[in-house]
């Protein structure tokens, strides 16, 4: 007999509702959810694949433990037995620093993910994390940081309402939004022409967003900061700016004016190749706009002045008086952020406190740059002791990563590895023990982080919609009992982890005077948590504390768990407001429109106006129907357009002598890939592209229907030497390559 449950997606940012169709333990169908209060129905093929990607059959079932150089099946007590056997003679010999952790972005999928790799992290008290974060989008963590004292303070575009949209290096039509967490980005987008706003796209690519824009300027790659630059000093020249109801909130106007002094239109025109009255027009629109904002993703973070890109985005909402007002970009309010404070100086944001060993790379949000991995590992030279064992959750940095031959090769080189996957992949192969969380349909799913992002601010949980089948772990159960495993604490209770941390949290709750529950006793309110799991009397803690919370009785029509759970379709909390000045933890309490780490970065801007261009450079691009390497191998979602080609422009495949459909070489400073050239005017001359995620043709995987069309590792042609100095953010886009025809 079949019958249906709601889930929330996993699979990408935009966080849609499902309805998925279950025959006894198996997902055979899934549609949107039309009564979810956010998604209202909208699925992409992810979502409508979410029955083939839970059940693929390459996923991991049981524990893998590495015996006689062979991972073989476990039980569950022989694999964590092995990892605390292998992390602790690590820790106690050469300290917490000698154990690496690497988060992928999986991990801001998952509740387990969300809640806790923090406890490991303090646990361990290790300063070697790595993330994807250093691949993607660390400049704007940086430059949020930097201008408002919170690194996850991201403001988003209000698309709703806004009738002006400039969107730079993001492609929402294949992506789904990033940053931004909008179901049905595609129809937001159509919806912002329909009542008569303007949407004008800047990418290198004349990408599907690209193609519905009232304007797209194929700008030269890796410039976007030159541009934003020009379009600010434009607003002082013309007398244009205008901070409105946020000039009692900002600081440094002068300085900044000042500072912007040699990026005129005329001075980036050559370096972006656009012409100087059009950049003028893009800065004149925006400032005559009712409402307006801009949006810049990841074409413009993974370039070499990344950060200073953030900055100038947040700038250009700032001086239009468009940040924190409706319709332009605004701070969401998540149901489980903290209880906010009242305004005022905060502590504010710093960058550098600790360094790697060996190119002396500072860490930016307690991370370290992705792309100093392989050397932390494999380089004895530098202060303090090599990486010598690692903890890999949802990752797979082979191919995440620059140079991932050199990562391979020093992954085999550490004393112990456990990684934390469903699958047998690139990176995970070279594991000791690997632990398989369950498919998605057998976990339940709250939006932690994309909440905080989220267009609209709303909240949803789906408790699992399948039992855990048997011989399984919950995602939960094998995070704490890692915990404890790699803290010293192997064998304990796993529950003891979220009893823990609620007691920490309650506990420090009572002594905030700005706190619902300032005063009470934190055991009587830990007494009065509800939920199946630790997990859920986590968030119901986190629903209560926040700021549409019950205060365990202070507000009586306040969230709680109970009352979500009364609500399986979510609960709207309304639109984005203005927040401002409660957001800002800077020192002085406001906006900082020109730190001083950006001030002493601004003259590498400079020197880029007399940069000559590469001959030809690459970028990258995202694919509708995949999410970085996780999906290659459901046979639903390749094929098509999900392909690993090379696009390159008729003028430059003319020049080189290359043809449509036959195999290019590629070189770059980390190496070289073969792969078919995809001959198209979508890209821009001098530019090729190569989507990210792929490479699945190392031995010792298993992911059979992945390493039947395995595509090309994009980050091989990339040595790590490249990076944003600000963020330790790698430089992906914009990248020098040479090309020829392969024979």
């Known amino acids: 007999m079949s019958r249906t449950a709601l889930r929330i997606c996993p699979l990408c940012e935009a966080t849609c509702g499902l309805t998925l169709t279950i025959e006894g333990t198996r997902v055979t169908g899934a549609?949107?959810?039309?009564?979810?209060?956010?998604?209202?129905?909208?699925?992409?093929?992810?979502?409508?694949?979410?029955?083939?990607?839970?059940?693929?059959?390459?996923?991991?079932?049981?524990?893998?433990?590495?015996?006689?150089?062979?991972?073989?099946?476990?039980?569950?007590?022989?694999?964590?037995?092995?990892?605390?056997?292998?992390?602790?003679?690590?820790?106690?010999?050469?300290?917490?620093?000698?154990?690496?952790?690497?988060?992928?972005n999986p991990n801001v999928h998952t509740v387990a993910g969300a809640l806790y790799p923090p406890v490991l992290l303090a646990g361990l008290r290790t300063r070697s994390l790595f993330t994807a974060s250093t691949v993607d989008q660390m400049p704007k963590h940086v430059s949020s940081g930097l201008?408002?004292?919170?690194?996850?303070?991201?403001?988003?575009?209000?698309?709703?309402?806004?009738?002006?949209?400039?969107?730079i290096g993001a492609n929402p039509l294949e992506s789904n939004g990033s940053l931004c967490t909008a179901p049905d980005f595609p129809g937001r987008l159509r919806a912002l022409k329909a009542r008569g706003g303007h949407l004008t796209v800047v990418d290198p690519r004349r990408t599907r967003t690209a193609k519905l824009a009232d304007r797209h300027l194929a700008i030269r790659p890796g410039t976007d900061a030159l541009l934003l630059a020009a379009m600010v000093h434009t607003l002082f020249a013309e007398d244009l700016a205008d901070l409105a109801h946020l000039a009692p909130h900002v600081q440094d106007l002068d300085e900044l004016r000042v500072a912007m002094g040699e990026f005129t239109p005329e001075a980036v025109a050559e370096a972006c190749d656009l012409d100087a009255d059009v950049i003028r027009t893009l800065a004149r629109e925006l400032a005559a706009a009712p409402t307006a904002a801009v949006y810049a993703r990841i074409g413009s973070c993974t370039v070499a002045h990344g950060t200073l890109a953030s900055w100038l985005v947040d700038v250009l909402n700032i001086l239009t008086g468009n940040l924190d007002r409706p319709g332009g970009a605004l701070f969401p309010q998540a149901a489980t952020d903290r209880t906010p404070r009242p305004a005022g100086p905060g502590r504010g944001f710093a960058l550098g406190r600790w360094h790697s060993r060996v190119r002396r790379l500072a860490e930016a949000k307690g991370e370290l740059p992705l792309s100093a991995l392989a050397e932390e590992i494999d380089t004895a030279t530098g202060e303090g002791e090599p990486i010598r064992a690692l903890i890999v959750v949802a990752a797979n940095p082979v191919l995440s990563a620059p140079d991932g031959n050199r990562l391979d090769k020093a992954l085999g080189s550490l004393d112990f590895m456990v990684s934390v996957d469903p699958y047998l992949n690139e990176t995970s192969r070279h594991a000791d023990v690997v632990l398989p969380p369950p498919p998605p349909s057998q976990s339940p799913h709250h939006d932690f982080?994309?909440?905080?992002?989220?267009?609209?601010?709303?909240?949803?949980?789906?408790?699992?919609?399948?039992?855990?089948?048997?011989?399984r772990m919950a995602e939960s159960e094998i995070l704490a009992r890692l915990v404890l495993a790699a803290t010293g604490m192997h064998g304990?209770?796993?529950?003891?982890?979220?009893?823990?941390?609620?007691?920490?949290?309650?506990?420090?709750?009572?002594?905030?005077?700005?706190?619902?529950?300032?005063?009470?006793?934190?055991?009587?309110?830990?007494?009065?948590?509800?939920?199946?799991?630790?997990?859920?009397?986590?968030?119901?803690?986190?629903?209560?504390?926040?700021?549409?919370?019950?205060?365990?009785?202070?507000?009586?029509?306040?969230?709680?768990?109970?009352?979500?759970?009364?609500?399986?379709?979510?609960?709207?909390?309304?639109?984005?407001?203005?927040?401002?000045?409660?957001?800002?933890?800077?020192?002085?309490?406001?906006?900082?429109?020109?730190?001083?780490?950006?001030?002493?970065?601004?003259?590498?801007?400079?020197?880029?106006?007399?940069?000559?261009?590469?001959?030809?450079?690459?970028?990258?691009?995202?694919?509708?129907?995949?999410?970085?390497?996780?999906?290659?191998?459901?046979?639903?979602?390749?094929?098509?357009?999900?392909?690993?080609?090379?696009?390159?422009?008729?003028?430059?495949?003319?020049?080189?002598?290359?043809?449509?459909?036959?195999?290019?070489?590629?070189?770059?400073?980390?190496?070289?890939?073969?792969?078919?050239a995809e001959v198209t005017d979508a890209v821009r001359p001098g530019v090729v592209s190569l989507p990210h995620g792929w490479g699945h043709d190392r031995p010792g995987t298993r992911l059979g229907h992945a390493s039947t069309a395995p595509g090309v590792n994009v980050n091989q042609l990339l040595d790590g030497s490249l990076l944003d100095p600000l963020s330790g953010n790698a430089v992906l886009n914009g990248v020098p390559v040479q090309l020829a025809a392969s024979l």
Request: one cysteine or more; glycine letters at 10%.
């Open 31 to 104: 549609r949107g959810d039309r009564e979810d209060v956010f998604s209202k129905g909208f699925i992409c093929p992810k979502g409508a694949s979410f029955g083939a990607v839970d059940s693929d059959p390459d996923r991991l079932r049981t524990p893998l433990v590495r015996r006689d150089g062979e991972l073989r099946e476990a039980t569950w007590a022989e694999a964590f037995d092995a990892v605390a056997a292998g992390l602790r003679p690590v820790v106690e010999e050469h300290g917490s620093d000698s154990v690496g952790v690497v988060l992928g």
């Open 449 to 471: 982080a994309f909440n905080t992002l989220a267009v609209r601010n709303q909240v949803r949980y789906t408790r699992p919609a399948v039992p855990l089948e048997p011989g």
């Open 147 to 167: 201008l408002f004292g919170d690194a996850n303070a991201i403001p988003v575009p209000d698309l709703d309402h806004t009738s002006h949209l400039l969107l």
């Open 492 to 676: 304990a209770d796993p529950a003891a982890v979220d009893a823990l941390v609620i007691d920490q949290t309650l506990g420090k709750a009572v002594t905030e005077p700005h706190s619902p529950v300032h005063g009470r006793d934190p055991r009587e309110l830990a007494g009065q948590l509800t939920g199946e799991s630790g997990p859920e009397r986590r968030l119901d803690m986190m629903l209560r504390l926040g700021p549409y919370g019950d205060g365990f009785g202070a507000r009586p029509e306040g969230l709680s768990l109970a009352r979500l759970l009364a609500h399986p379709h979510g609960i709207d909390l309304g639109p984005l407001r203005p927040r401002l000045p409660q957001p800002l933890k800077t020192r002085s309490g406001k906006v900082e429109l020109l730190p001083a780490p950006i001030a002493a970065d601004l003259p590498r801007l400079g020197e880029a106006l007399r940069e000559r261009p590469a001959e030809l450079v690459l970028v990258g691009r995202r694919h509708l129907r995949s999410n970085n390497s996780w999906m290659h191998n459901v046979p639903a979602l390749t094929g098509g357009s999900n392909r690993c080609t090379l696009h390159i422009h008729p003028v430059d495949a003319a020049r080189l002598g290359v043809r449509d459909g036959a195999d290019v070489r590629v070189k770059g400073a980390g190496g070289e890939v073969v792969a078919p």
